[in-house]
Structure formats: C-alpha cells, structure tokens
C-alpha cells in the first residue's frame, strides 16, 4: 500500500458530515441494532443518521454529493439513485459494469471520467485528492483485502469522509462476522445515505415484480451449473466460485440452480481455493458451465475465446456442457439493482432458451424513469 506523510492535505468536511462510531471487528456499537436504517431527529435541522455494520452510527448534517465505493456493487446503487453525476472514481474499471447504462435511455456513466482508485496498490493519498463527501465502502475490506491499518482507515475517516459499506458479495472471508446483508437491505442503507427512499422503493417494488416473473416460468427441474473464472484466456483451467449467499451469486440463486462445484468439495477462489483444471472439471462433468468475465464481454468474444477453445480442446470437448452447448456467460462479480437485472436476463435466457428466447425480461424505460427521477413518487 503506498503511504504519504501528508495526513492533512485538502480542507476537511468534517463540519459537514460527523462520523458517529465505529466497529471494526465483529461486535456491534452500544445500542445499535446491526440493521439497515436511519433516524431524521425533529430537533435537528436536516441532519440525519445511517446505521450499517460494521461501521456503526454515521450522522450527516447534509446529503453527500460526492462519493466513491471500491467495487461496483455500490457503484451501481448510488447510480440507481440517481446520483450518477457525484461519483467519482470506483476501485478497478473493467470490475464496473457501467457500460450497461447504454440501454437505459437517459442514463450514462462513463467509466474513463472515474478516477481508478487500484494503482499498483490502493493508498491514502488518493482518498485526499478526491475529497469525496462519504466512502460506500466496508473498511474491513480495506483492511483485509487491501492492506491497510485501523489507523489509516481512522485517519481517513477523520480528516476526510467517513465510510459506510458492507462487504456484501461474497460470504467466504473469515474476517467477515458481522450481519450479512442482501443486496437490497445494502441498497436501503445506501438510499438513506443519499435520501432518495422514494427510488429505492419503486426500485425495489420493480424488482420484486420482475423476479416473480422469472421464476414463474423456470422450469421444476434446473441444472447443476460451475461457476467459472478463467485463469488465462483462452483458458486451460479456472477459478471457481461457489453459489453462495453473496450478491455476486444472486441471479444464480433467483434461477434456482445447483451448484455442483459445492457438491464435489470444491473450494472457493475466495476462500483460499486453488485452480481447477479440465481433468478435474470433466470427473464433476456440470449440467453447464458458466464462464465469468470483466469488462464488456461481446457475444461474438465469448464466442470466439471461451467456447470455440472448449469444443476444439481434446479434454474440455468431452465435458456434457460443452456437447450441449451450455457453456453461456457468467457476468461480473459485482452487481447491484441496475446490473443484477441484465445479468438476470441474460443467464435466464442463457439457461432456459427454450423459455426466454431473446425476450426482454424487464422494461429499460421503466429503470431509467426510476434513475432519473421521472416516476411517480
């Protein structure tokens, strides 16, 4: 982690946010309840609080207007939020699936204007250039993901922003001991950092509606999938990734499938696992075989790097999944309400075409009425 000395560079906004406590570690804050929430005293005026573990009581005198996360599970909420236009910069790129927003009429975030906040390493120094009004950003993650100390994540708290985050996208990491939130319970306390309840609610509602929608038509018996992270492209063996409780993990969970990595005791990448190979991933022989990627991934890439290479590989060509040309696109790790739906509806139509086709399973006008305010609240 790079270090600088210069622990006071730039104005501080501490006379307009007030970091209210903190809980680093496993336990709770005297009197919090560990759920999702915020409180607008009447004696106040405006200033309101958000309560999320691990972080704790944060108080806001007025509503952030810039703002930054590490991964793009809340990059992706406070964009639903319509608060687009303060984000500032978002840990790597190709990890934020912001070119999703080109099928949202009216909505756009341009990832090239986002500072990049992994440069050979994540330091403080950064978090002082861009003087963001609040962090969505678990400081055990910062810690235990990016090296830093208690008392670096402090100084920044301090003398810049506070945080409010939970690492919400997957649930291997032994240091996480505290509530686990749901990606919508995460989006609740990320709309009440930004006041906007009224857009969390009609997303919410929306989401509801499509999900049911969905499930209505899966069919009883759903495939045991792998959930695949390639170690080079084209690829000799993976990472895997098992269907966990994670938010990375949802739109599986909401098309109700198996895991069969999980059930041959494979571990996860994110727990320590190691790679897997074609030998051993044709003795756990998966209904399918979901590949995830970064970035933008084309059909014609996909197609073109991933399974083209299995159906000519002398081992992977063997594999049922590859036989029945259910070798389909995984999507990225984060996702929060905006992408989850387009990876929802592509692993939908993916899994089952016999049911989807190359239907639209949710309405963009409708997410981007919401995005930009132009529903009815």
């Known amino acids: 982690m790079k270090e600088t000395d210069d622990t006071t560079a730039g104005p501080t906004r501490r006379d307009a946010l007030e970091y209210g406590g903190t809980v680093l570690g496993g336990g709770l804050l ?153 990606m919508y319970e995460a989006f609740e306390t990320v709309a009440d950092v930004f006041q906007e309840q009224a857009r969390y609610e009609a997303f919410n509602e929306y989401h509801d509606d499509v999900l049911a929608d969905v499930r209505a038509r899966i069919p009883d018996e759903t495939p045991d999938i792998a959930v695949l992270y390639p170690a080079e492209v084209p690829p ?45 991933l044709l003795e756990i022989d998966p209904d399918a075989i979901a590949i995830r990627m970064q970035g933008e991934i084309t059909q014609a890439y996909f197609e073109d790097e991933i399974v083209s290479h299995l159906r000519n590989h002398e081992v992977a060509s063997e594999l049922r999944a590859v036989q029945n040309d259910r070798v389909i696109y995984g999507g990225l790790t984060y996702q929060g309400p905006i992408i989850h739906l387009f990876q929802l509806e592509r692993a939908a139509r993916d899994l089952y075409p016999e049911e989807f086709g190359d239907e639209r399973l949710f309405d963009r006008q409708r997410v981007a009425d919401i995005v930009t305010g132009a529903f009815e609240r």
């Open 30 to 182: 005297a009197g919090c309840t560990g759920n999702p929430g915020t409180e607008s005293p009447e004696d106040t005026d405006g200033s309101y609080s958000v309560t999320m573990d691990p972080v704790g009581t944060v108080e806001f005198d007025e509503v952030p207007e810039t703002w930054f996360p590490y991964t793009g599970d809340y990059a992706d909420m406070g964009v639903a939020l319509g608060q687009g236009d303060g984000l500032a910069a978002v840990g790597v790129h190709a990890r934020f699936a912001s070119h999703v927003y080109d099928e949202l009429p009216g909505v756009s975030v341009d990832e090239n204007d986002l500072v990049e906040l992994y440069r050979d390493g994540t330091g403080k120094e950064v978090f002082y250039e861009l003087e963001a009004d609040v962090h969505l950003i678990d400081p055990n993650f910062i810690v235990n993901r990016l090296q830093w100390s208690r008392a670096d994540v402090d100084e920044i708290r301090e003398t810049v922003a506070p945080f409010v985050g939970n690492t919400i996208f997957s649930r291997v990491y032994d240091w996480h001991d505290y509530t686990a939130y749901t």
């Open 236 to 280: 000799e063996s993976f990472y895997p990734y098992l269907i966990g409780s994670g938010t990375q993990s949802k739109h599986w969970n909401d098309l109700n499938v198996g895991d069969s990595l999980a059930r041959n005791g494979i571990a996860d990448a994110q727990a320590g696992g190691g790679i897997i190979d074609y030998e051993t």
